[in-house]
């Protein structure tokens, strides 16, 4: 292999993609496979046992929270036995699994032999024991004790020039407690360098509803859901992304909701649900969920929400009592729609005239419209512009602050809203820091830190010795893989805190820890006796978490204590902060954040309640917008359009159906037909002619940025002929993610743009399968 291929199986792995097959994408998501799907993984990877204790306890109010989607739970008394989707139950057989990666499992594979392996394989050895460090130099991980390593990490970043080379990255998985703590530290220790997993998927809402609301927050409820008239889903793939919302959607269906989808692929989760805990869903037709699909091209959404504005201010269809009450910029806006070029519209979406009218037809006659998105929106170039025009879509019809309505950006991991909520934030309000210094006494860094993007470019220029991630897969998250290793290995020392073996722990700085923590699964007990965690869902609802299984080893600790233990090693006595006092009862982190944190008044009463409590949000309550003026604002925002060379084609990364984010359950995503493998692409028909290709061709995927000279490459994949519109492509991640420039992020979210990422295909050395899957029916195609 050339030094190319070398440092592709280096970072992803050496995949077999010999059982790799193709057949007719499902019609529907869920019914009796969910179940039979799910219950399989359990028995296989925990045991009959220890599945029928994990899964009858998952997202029930004296269980633990799901640690995969951030979907809200229902009231107690409408709560299923079984309240977890088919995703769920894989996300708990991962964590609850009764395979261990243990010290000899280290001292029998070296780094360099793990890595030929691919991320479902290390996945797939089990749960971290021990403690374990990569020393200067060396090939292999050996043990290391807790305390052993405390004090490296502490060493180390003393040694440091300033508090500012050192970067804090948080997973969305952090419960709330874990996470303040985990700020608290770095605010005392001097840096406000917290980037997370937000930084890379919702910032570019943030970013939008901050400035058009005044929250960063989504505004609905699961009731609003329930009750609308209308649900519009852009961007989002809620069979697989959120599968619990199918039975939501399902509830507002058989209300009478009618519902738009807007995607580039027509996913089985959107048409019809056989939801698995009902009659009807296991021997039924289930539920049709889409009234109306467009099928988008990538990167078009602006467009679209502008023509949707100009068709509903020309029939008249706008809220005139909520505009004048409680928005300004109305009038700017009109003015600026109404001008909409119309052939600019067409070419930028893919979708005709007649079409962008029916949805806007149907949002006009809705009393209540309920606005959900997620990555599809967020990921662009213009991402924060996009959803701004949903947020005026919204105002314009009086959508805020009603029951049936609202903005909701659907959360993708478990806890990424809590973490932001709890100070996980490189750029925290200036109130929220005067709230910290009034409770313990220090001064908190005003200088606002590196968000993701930011922390790679410091670490590429030698700004950076120690990162430290707080749960996740960094190497594996973040784009342009290849830049993100270097980055990486520049560090003095990483340290990772993981419960499963990832590729982050394979590509490291000179130094390396893997510091094992409990799962969400497990008991955490503490000197003053059991613990639990709270967590926030999408819809700003708190909640308890409490873990029922044994520990995998009685070597783990968890999230809090180990935050609490590199404290301690970093800080000594003096920093004013008893920090073993806050790991060994948690009540006493909640104490905290009660008097920090607006919303939290009375934490610990209202927490143990079986529905938990809803942090206020005062668009939602009462109408209310903190915005400098106390109105919600409509936004002016000139139309962009991604241009793309002639022979290219817009990439769309995306999931399987068999992964929860960079954790690959396994090889099936049989929603979309794909069995064995993942090293596909999905192309249009029309397309795949265009530039002499067949269904069962393999390819190299070349990705085109103007903005340096690197080549971006990524090798041998499957061609498989889709439903996706012209001139677009879609693969899985984190294998495309070498092909996602550092330097092409969204506008004032700097959100890496996974979502439009312009390509050229180029025939691989293995050009065409040796056997091509006949097709039962042939694919159709969009134009």
């Known amino acids: 292999m050339d030094d190319a291929e070398l440092q592709a199986v280096e970072l992803l792995g050496r995949p077999d993609e010999s059982r790799l097959r193709v057949s007719e994408p499902q019609d529907h998501a869920a019914g009796l496979k969910a179940v039979s799907v799910a219950l399989g993984r359990g028995l296989r990877e925990m045991g009959p046992s220890r599945t029928a204790r994990s899964l009858s306890r998952l997202n029930q109010a004296d269980g633990f929270d ?42 029998r594979h070296s780094i360099a032999e793990l890595t030929a392996h691919t991320d479902h394989w290390l996945g797939k050895q089990g749960r971290l024991t021990h403690p374990m460090v990569k020393r200067p130099g060396a090939g292999n991980y050996e043990p290391i004790s807790w305390d052993d390593a405390f004090a490296l990490v502490g060493e180390q970043l003393r040694a440091l020039g300033s508090p500012d080379e050192a970067v804090f990255y948080t997973s969305g998985r952090a419960s709330n407690e874990a996470a303040f703590l985990y700020q608290l530290f770095v605010r005392a220790y001097g840096t406000n360098n917290l980037p997370d997993c937000s930084n890379m998927c919702h910032e570019s809402s943030g970013v939008a509803l901050i400035d058009t609301i005044g929250i960063g927050k989504g505004s609905v409820t699961l009731e609003d859901i329930y009750r609308a008239e209308l649900i519009v889903l852009a961007g989002q793939n809620p069979g697989t992304n959120h599968p619990r919302m199918l039975s939501a959607l399902e509830i507002a269906k058989r209300r009478g909701a009618r519902i738009i989808s807007i995607n580039p692929l027509r996913e089985a989760g959107l048409v019809n649900f056989r939801n698995p805990q009902v009659p009807r869903g296991v021997v039924g037709h289930g539920t049709d969920l889409t009234d109306l699909h467009l099928p988008i091209r990538l990167g078009g959404d602006q467009a679209l929400f502008q023509a949707i504005g100009a068709l ?166 973040a784009p342009d893989t290849t830049v993100t290793a270097d980055a990486l290995r520049r560090t003095a020392l990483t340290v990772q805190v993981s419960t499963k073996l990832n590729r982050s722990h394979l590509v490291t700085g000179e130094t ?163 069995e064995g493998g993942r090293q596909v692409v999905l192309l249009n028909g029309r397309d795949l002619e265009e530039h002499g290709l067949h269904d069962g061709d393999h390819v190299d995927i070349v990705a085109h940025w103007p903005g340096d000279d690197i080549e971006r490459r990524v090798r041998d994949f499957r061609v498989v002929e889709y439903a996706t519109p012209r001139g677009t492509a879609a693969a899985y991640y984190p294998e495309t993610n070498p092909l996602v420039p550092l330097g092409s992020v969204a506008k004032h979210s700097n959100t890496p743009t996974s979502k439009s990422v312009v390509v050229r295909l180029e025939p691989s050395a293995r050009r065409v399968m040796k056997t091509r899957l006949p097709r039962t029916t042939p694919p159709s195609n969009t134009c």
């Open 66 to 107: 799901c640690m995969s989607c951030a979907w809200p739970d229902p009231d107690p008394e409408h709560r299923h036995t079984a309240e977890f989707c088919e995703n769920g139950a894989k996300a708990v057989a991962e964590e609850a699994t009764k395979a261990r990666v243990t010290p000899e499992f280290f001292a």
């Open 312 to 477: 509903l201010v020309e029939w008249d269809a706008v809220d005139p009592d909520f505009v004048a009450a409680h928005t300004e910029g109305y009038d700017a806006w009109r003015t600026h729609v109404a001008q909409v070029d119309w052939d600019l519209v067409v070419r930028a979406t893919g979708l005709d005239r007649d079409q962008i009218a029916q949805a806007a037809r149907m949002i006009a006659d809705s009393g209540a419209t309920t606005w959900c998105w997620a990555m599809g929106l967020t990921q662009h170039r213009n991402a924060v512009a996009t959803i701004k025009e949903v947020v005026n879509l919204a105002l314009a019809r009086g959508d805020l602050g009603k029951p049936g309505a609202g903005l909701c950006p659907v959360r993708g991991h478990s806890n990424v809203q809590g973490d932001r909520t709890m100070g996980i934030w490189e750029k925290p309000p200036t109130s929220f820091l005067e709230a910290m210094d009034a409770e313990f006494g220090f001064t908190s860094p005003r200088q606002h830190g590196y968000d993701t993007v930011e922390a790679i470019h410091a670490m590429l220029d030698g700004k950076v010795g120690v990162f430290i991630g707080l749960g996740g897969n960094f190497l594996h998250a």
């Open 512 to 674: 390396a820890l893997i510091l094992p923590t409990l799962g969400r699964t497990e008991t955490d007990l503490q000197e003053s006796g059991p613990q639990f965690v709270t967590v926030e869902d999408s819809m700003s609802v708190v909640h308890a978490s409490r873990g029922r299984l044994a520990p995998a080893s009685a070597h783990l600790r968890s999230e809090v204590a180990i935050v609490a233990g590199v404290a301690e090693a970093t800080l000594g006595p003096g920093s004013g902060v008893d920090w073993a006092d806050l790991r060994d009862d948690y009540s006493r982190i909640r104490a905290h954040i009660e008097r920090v944190v607006p919303g939290f008044e009375d934490y610990e009463a209202r927490v143990l309640t079986k529905t938990g409590f809803v942090l206020p949000h005062p668009p939602r309550d009462r109408r209310a917008f903190d915005t400098p003026t106390g109105h919600a604002q409509f936004t002016v925002s000139e139309l962009e359009l991604l241009e793309v060379p002639p022979g290219h084609l817009v990439l769309q990364t995306m999931r399987s159906h068999d992964q929860f984010n960079t954790t690959i359950y396994g090889l099936s995503d049989r929603y979309r037909g794909i």
